[in-house]
């Protein structure tokens, strides 16, 4: 099984960069966290053994960005997919975390989208 979490930003919310104070960056933690959660319970994304998980941002412009800056966002969205039970947690025998993805497409709305694949051992 597979689902695609479209989600309500046009650029991840959390980064690896910014320097806020904690109590802003815990509020901001919780509504991703939050997101991924409501994503996920609307989109019908079942209790699975173990999946695999991508998020990909679609971006307008050809400006240099660094993948590993979208992580803590990646992190909070998989917090959210435990608390929405998908699996019991988000450790790497559970779940396995892609490093984030940035996709350029020129005229098109930026955005993210989470990828939620169950993986099954063969």
Same mark, same amino acid.
């Given at each position: 099984?597979?689902?695609? &979490?479209?989600?309500?930003?046009? *650029?991840?919310? $959390?980064?690896?960069?910014? #320097?806020?104070?904690?109590?802003?960056? @815990?509020?901001?933690?919780?509504?991703?966290?939050?997101?991924?959660?409501?994503?996920?319970?609307?989109?019908?994304? &079942?209790?699975?053994?173990?999946? *695999?998980?991508? $998020?990909?941002?679609?971006? #307008?412009?050809?400006?240099?960005?660094? @993948?590993?800056?979208?992580?803590?966002?990646?992190?909070?969205?998989?917090?959210?997919?435990?608390?929405?039970?998908?699996?019991?947690?988000?450790?790497?025998?559970?779940?396995?975390?892609?490093?984030?993805?940035?996709?350029?497409?020129?005229?098109?709305?930026?955005?993210?989208?989470?990828?939620?694949?169950?993986?099954?051992?063969?």
């Amino acid at each position: 099984m597979q689902w695609t &979490l479209d989600l309500p930003y046009d *650029r991840p919310p $959390l980064n690896a960069n910014q #320097r806020m104070h904690w109590a802003k960056k @815990a509020a901001l933690t919780k509504q991703v966290r939050a997101a991924s959660f409501y994503a996920a319970k609307s989109a019908g994304v &079942l209790r699975c053994d173990k999946v *695999r998980v991508t $998020l990909t941002w679609f971006v #307008r412009t050809t400006t240099r960005r660094d @993948a590993d800056n979208v992580v803590p966002t990646l992190k909070a969205l998989c917090d959210g997919l435990v608390d929405a039970e998908v699996v019991p947690d988000d450790t790497p025998d559970l779940m396995e975390k892609v490093m984030p993805v940035i996709v350029y497409r020129p005229g098109q709305q930026s955005g993210l989208q989470l990828y939620v694949e169950e993986v099954t051992d063969a």
